[in-house]
Structure formats: structure tokens, C-alpha cells
């Protein structure tokens, strides 16, 4: 059997991929390989959850423009196929004086993004909208929201599947990539898949698919783990929504920030470490080959050398719940130890240049009858049908 196409990654990106490719070309047959049980295994279903705005991305960027007409998108299939969610508002936070002058520069930006509705509040506003927050200025940014990503994907997976040339394949992990004269041979561990064209979503192996094929990404990805706490179930009704500090213009995170998610419960992080497995869940986690590539990466080095004093910080308040209640107790004073439980992780797929600079926007690169999504952070879950319709703008011009 020769597929069409077959989409390699089943996170949301490749998942909203190949349900768009199923959408405008419904006669071709075309395959989701996933190398996990189930969609969404990794960054997808270990994201802040946050329907972002796009307010803070570069105006004219991949970023600025797919989140906007993303999260349209992505609201409607939300609506349309009864995903949860909640277009709820955030506030973006200013603690003290000094970071007036970073809320400015965000609001200015939003305002060239067109982010719809946003607004300048007092104190007075801030605490009617998070009555324990404690600030002297802020930005409401209404179209903000919540959405079970997760559940999104499988929606889209599912509705993949509702054409009968369609098929996901759990389990399949390509190890090789071999162009042929009219084909490509795609090794897997459960043998080989031949098609057409393929596109690559890998994530987090992003880089590695495109070495495969035998393409220069001309950037690595190094991956960092982002850790949570939960706030105690006597402790949710502190926080309404979503309330995020004005970030350090030296680091390049957006900082701990509380997110009311779908299902109720009200996550307080991520940091941003620097992870010795690409795909390891815990602080204590190590992949020897994952380590010596991210650690060997010339681009690794010089970040690290830029960014030292935040990064110690970043690890001491990873294994510190007093220093990590400390960056939340910015925005909301009262919270105490007793309030937050311990979370989950995840795991962001930077994409880094020899240089050490971040690739801060989305980059995709054509092989000879493939496209390789390499960067694709946040708000790319947000984007995600967006840069589907990118991806497939692309797609048609391939040979």
C-alpha cells in the first residue's frame, strides 16, 4: 500500500494537519503515524492549557499573525464540536513601578497585533477581577482563554477518521527516511510505510526527523522542562481566571503565571529548566544521548553563558516550593505554602541556533517531497489550524 500522504506526529499540529489535509483533498489517502498509545502524549497534552491572545508576539511574525487567525479557528471548532473550553480574560500584572514601562511595550504591541478588546486597568479594576491579586497596573486581555487541548485533538482525530481513506497508526516510531525515484520509504518499527509527500510534526524530535532525511535544520532542539503546583481544593477561589506578571525582557519565558484550566483545577507555573531528557517527566530525569547533544550544542553553550544567573535561578526554584511560592506570592500575596500541592511537568522543544540565539518564531523547511515543522512553540497549540493552513499552502507547491 502507498499512502498519499502520510503526517508524521500526532501531537496537535500534525493532528490538525492531517485533518485539514483530509478537508481539502478528501479523495487522497493518508495516514497519522504516532509513535505513542494516543494523541497528544507530549507538549500538547502537557501545556498551560491557555487559549493565547497574541499580544506579545512580534508584529508581522508567523506567531503574531497564525495566533490571531488561530484562535479564531480554533474558538469556532471549539464551539462547533463541544470542546471545553472558556474565553474567560487574563490580566498580564504589574507588581511594582519599575515594570510599568514592560506593561506599556506589551500594550503597544497588542494594540499592532489588533488583539481585540484589551485595556489599561488600575488597581481598583485589578481587584475586581482577582480580588487577591495585589498590583499597581495591568492589561485585561478579554479574548484570552481556556481550552482542553487534549480533547481538541482527539475531536480532530476523530473527525481524520470520519473519511474511510483516512488512518492513524499508534505505535509506529520512523527510524529512517529514504527518497525513492517516485516515493518515500518511511522505516518504522513495525516495518515500512511507502508514500507520497509526508509531513513531519515531530516536536520534540523535530530536528532528528530532518537530519534523517538528510537535511541541514541548521538549528537543535534542546529541550526544557516546565514544572507545576496545583492550589489545595480550599485554595481555587483565589484566582478567577488567568493572571500572568509583566516577563523579564532578559529571559526569554514568559515567567510562573495561574491558569484557571477546564476542569476546574488552577495550575501555578511553569519555570523553565533546562532538561537532560527530551521526553523525561520528572526533575531527576536523564537521557544520556539527549544530554551529550543538547550539552555538546555550541548554540546550548552560548545561551547558557548569556542567560547563567536566571538559569541557576530557574533550577533552584525547581527543587524549592518556598522559592517557587515566592515568584507567586508576586501576584497574589496571600497564597502560602500549605496552598499549593505538587503538579505536573512538561516538556517546551526550543529550538535553538549555533549562535544561541531562539528561534522565536514558527520555521518549517521542505525536503524533496516533505515539509519538516522544526519550531513550532508556544502559542502554537493555540495556532495550531492556522499553521495547518500554512503547512498545506506549502504542501501544494511541493514537486
Not at 94 to 113: D, P, Q
Not at 187 to 201: A, D, P, Q, S
Request: net charge neutral.
Amino acid at each position: 500500500m502507498i499512502y498519499d500522504i502520510a503526517v508524521v506526529g500526532g501531537g496537535i499540529i500534525g493532528t490538525a494537519t492531517a485533518y485539514k489535509l483530509s478537508l481539502k483533498f478528501p479523495d487522497s489517502r493518508i495516514v497519522l503515524l504516532e509513535k505513542e498509545s494516543k494523541l497528544a502524549f507530549h507538549q500538547t497534552g502537557r501545556n498551560s492549557g491557555v487559549i493565547h491572545s497574541g499580544i506579545y508576539y512580534k508584529p508581522g511574525s508567523y506567531k503574531a499573525k497564525n495566533c490571531l487567525d488561530g484562535r479564531k479557528q480554533l474558538v469556532k471548532f471549539a464551539q462547533e464540536n463541544e470542546v471545553a473550553h472558556d474565553v474567560c480574560g487574563k490580566i498580564i500584572l504589574a507588581t511594582k513601578e519599575e515594570e510599568i514601562a514592560g506593561l506599556e511595550k506589551i500594550f503597544a504591541r497588542g494594540i499592532e497585533n489588533r488583539t481585540e478588546g484589551i485595556r489599561k486597568i488600575g488597581p481598583e479594576e485589578i481587584k475586581e477581577l482577582e480580588p487577591l491579586a495585589e498590583g499597581v497596573a495591568a492589561i485585561h486581555v478579554p479574548c484570552t482563554g481556556i481550552i482542553d487541548f487534549k480533547g481538541a485533538t482527539r475531536k480532530m482525530g476523530e473527525l481524520f477518521l470520519t473519511n474511510e481513506h483516512n488512518e492513524i497508526r499508534y505505535g509506529v516510531q520512523v527510524n529512517g527516511i529514504k527518497n525513492k525515484d517516485n516515493e518515500t520509504e518511511l522505516t518504522t518499527n513495525e516495518g515500512k510505510v511507502l508514500c507520497n509527500r509526508v509531513i513531519f510534526c515531530g516536536g520534540l524530535q523535530a530536528d532528528r526527523l530532518a537530519k534523517m532525511e538528510g537535511l541541514d535544520p541548521r538549528m537543535k532542539v534542546v529541550p526544557f522542562r516546565g514544572d507545576y503546583y496545583e492550589l489545595a481544593e480550599s485554595s481555587k477561589h483565589k484566582v478567577k481566571n488567568l493572571i500572568y506578571p509583566v516577563p523579564n525582557p532578559e529571559f526569554p519565558f514568559l515567567g510562573v503565571h495561574l491558569t484557571r484550566m477546564t476542569d476546574g483545577t488552577v495550575e501555578c507555573g511553569p519555570n523553565a529548566v533546562f532538561s537532560f531528557d527530551r521526553e523525561g517527566y520528572s526533575k531527576t530525569s536523564v537521557n544520556v544521548t539527549d544530554a551529550l547533544d543538547a550539552l555538546t550544542y555550541s548554540g546550548t553553550l552560548k545561551l547558557f553563558a548569556k542567560h547563567w544567573r536566571n538559569g541557576i535561578n530557574e533550577q533552584r526554584r525547581a527543587f524549592s516550593k518556598s522559592l517557587f511560592l515566592k515568584a507567586l506570592q508576586g501576584l497574589i500575596p496571600s497564597l502560602t505554602m500549605n496552598d499549593l500541592a505538587p503538579g505536573r511537568c512538561g516538556i517546551r522543544a526550543q529550538a535553538l541556533a549555533p549562535d544561541g540565539t531562539l528561534i522565536d518564531d514558527f520555521h518549517m523547511i521542505n525536503g524533496r517531497r516533505s515539509i519538516h515543522v522544526l519550531n513550532a512553540p508556544s502559542p502554537a497549540a493555540t495556532a495550531c489550524l492556522s499553521i495547518a493552513d500554512e503547512i498545506i499552502t506549502r504542501f501544494e507547491t511541493l514537486n
